[in-house]
C-alpha cells in the first residue's frame, strides 16, 4: 500500500530543493492556464454582448420585406418593388395566430433642422407597435398614437443622438423641427440604446406611418410600405408564425404554387442562433489556440521531469534498497509533477483573472465574462497534463535496477 502522505512530503521536499528550476517548470502552465482564462472570458463576454444586443433590438420577430424590384436586369436590393401594404398589416395581426403584435414601417434618410442645427438622420414612418416591438422606452415626453396615425399628425419621437445634435442641452419636448421641409412637433425623446454594430439605435426618428407616405416621403402606391415587423408571442410558435404569415401573403398577393414570392420573411430567431453559434464557435476557437500552450508547458514539465530522474538516480537506488517499490518511486515522481502542473495551474488563474479584468479595463466598450467552469476546466486540463506528461519520467523511474543505480555517478 502507497503511504500518500510520506510520499506526498518527499514529493514537497524534492521541488523545494530546486525552487527556481521549479518556478521555470511551472511558467508554460501558467501562461497556458491564464492564456486560457482569458481567451475564454473575452469569447463568453462577447458572446454575451451580442445576445444583448440582440434582445435590445427585440425578440421573437419576422421581419417581412418587399420584394427586390428590377430595372434593365438588375436587381435593386429588397424593398424596392412596393407589394407590401397596410391592409397586410391589419390582416396578419387579425388572421395569425400566436402573434402579439405587427407594425408597417417604411423608412428614408432625411436632413432634421432645428434653428440654425441641422443632422441628417434616418425617418421611420410606423406605429406605436413598433417601438414596443424594439424595445425602445420614453425618456422624456411621450409617444405618438394610434389617433395621430389616423389624423397624419405631424408629431415626432426622436433618438438621443438626435436630440443632441439638434437641441444639445435643451429640451426637445413640444419643439417645432423640419424633416425636410415639413414641420414636425417633437413628442418625446428615447432612452439610449447604443450601437449595434455600425448602426446607431439612437439616431433615428418615429412619425405615423400615414404622415410619412400622404406628406414626407411620397409613395407611388398610396399604402405601400417597405417592410412589417410582427412580434410573435415566445420562440417556440415562431416557426409557425412564419409559416401561416407566409400562406395568407400569397394568397392576399394572388402568388400560384409555382410562382416567386413578391416578399421574404427573415426570422430573428434563426438570425440570433446563428450568431451565438458563431461566437460560441469563435471562442472554442480562442480557447483551443491557448491551450497549446499548456501542452507547451507539459512538454517542459517531462523534460524537468526526465533531467530529475537522471540527478537522483542514486536516491532512487537508495530508496529501492532499503525496501521502496517501484509503486512508490513511479507516484513520488508523478505527485511532484501533478504539483508542479497544479502549482502553476493556480496561478495561471489568477494572472488569467487579472489579465482579463486588465482587458476590460483598458479596452474600449469590450465585456469579458468570467466563468466557473472556465476556471475548473483550466485546472483540470494543467491537472491532467501534469499526469500525461510526468507519466513517462515516474515510469521509467520505477524500471531503474537498485544495483546499477547505487553504482551510479
Known amino acids: 500500500m502507497i503511504d500518500i502522505k510520506s510520499t506526498l512530503k518527499m514529493a514537497i521536499s524534492s521541488l523545494k530543493v530546486n525552487k527556481m528550476r521549479s518556478a521555470l517548470t511551472s511558467l508554460g502552465i501558467i501562461i497556458g492556464v491564464s492564456a486560457v482564462i482569458i481567451m475564454l472570458a473575452i469569447g463568453t463576454g462577447a458572446s454575451k454582448k451580442v445576445q444583448e444586443n440582440m434582445e435590445s433590438m427585440g425578440s421573437n420577430i419576422l421581419t417581412i420585406r418587399s420584394a427586390s424590384a428590377r430595372a434593365g436586369g438588375v436587381r435593386m436590393g429588397m424593398g424596392t418593388k412596393p407589394s407590401l401594404t397596410l391592409k397586410d398589416a391589419a390582416a396578419i395581426e387579425k388572421n395569425v395566430m400566436n402573434v402579439e403584435a405587427v407594425a408597417p414601417v417604411s423608412s428614408e434618410s432625411k436632413q432634421l433642422m432645428y434653428g440654425n442645427q441641422n443632422w441628417q438622420s434616418t425617418v421611420y414612418g410606423t406605429t406605436p407597435k413598433y417601438l414596443y416591438i424594439k424595445n425602445y422606452e420614453i425618456e422624456l415626453g411621450r409617444s405618438f398614437t394610434f389617433k395621430d396615425v389616423q389624423n397624419s399628425a405631424k408629431v415626432a419621437v426622436i433618438g438621443a443622438t438626435v436630440a443632441s445634435e439638434l437641441f444639445g442641452d435643451v429640451s426637445p419636448i413640444n419643439k417645432v423641427i423640419r424633416v425636410g421641409n415639413v414641420p414636425f412637433k417633437v ?28 406628406k414626407l416621403f411620397g409613395v407611388s402606391f398610396p399604402g405601400t410600405v417597405k417592410m412589417i415587423v410582427v412580434k410573435g408571442i415566445d420562440a417556440d410558435t415562431l416557426n409557425d408564425v412564419e409559416l401561416e404569415t407566409e400562406e395568407l ?28 453559434s458563431t461566437v460560441q464557435t469563435f471562442a472554442i476557437l480562442l480557447a483551443s489556440i491557448a491551450s497549446v500552450s499548456l501542452l507547451v508547458g507539459g512538454i517542459g514539465i517531462m523534460n524537468i521531469m526526465l533531467v530529475s530522474v537522471t540527478e537522483r538516480t542514486k536516491e532512487i537506488g537508495i ?43 483598458f479596452s474600449d466598450g469590450m465585456t469579458v465574462s468570467i466563468s466557473l467552469f472556465s476556471i475548473l476546466l483550466s485546472l483540470g486540463f494543467s491537472g491532467l497534463v501534469g499526469i500525461a506528461f510526468g507519466y513517462y519520467p515516474a515510469y521509467k523511474a520505477s524500471l531503474l535496477n537498485p544495483i546499477d543505480a547505487l553504482r551510479y555517478e
Open 187 to 214: 413628442l418625446g425623446v428615447l432612452k439610449t440604446k447604443g450601437s449595434t454594430g455600425p448602426f446607431d439605435e439612437d439616431d433615428l426618428i418615429f412619425i405615423p406611418i400615414t404622415t410619412a407616405q400622404k
Open 249 to 276: 401573403l400569397k394568397f392576399r398577393h394572388n402568388i400560384g404554387v409555382n410562382q416567386t414570392n413578391d416578399f421574404e420573411i427573415r426570422n430573428s430567431a434563426e438570425f440570433q442562433e446563428r450568431m451565438k
Open 319 to 361: 530508496r529501492m534498497a532499503i525496501g521502496a517499490r517501484a509503486s512508490d518511486i513511479r507516484s513520488q515522481f508523478l505527485i511532484e509533477s501533478f504539483l508542479l502542473s497544479m502549482i502553476g495551474g493556480l496561478v495561471g488563474v489568477i494572472t488569467g483573472i487579472i489579465g482579463a479584468k486588465s482587458v476590460e479595463f
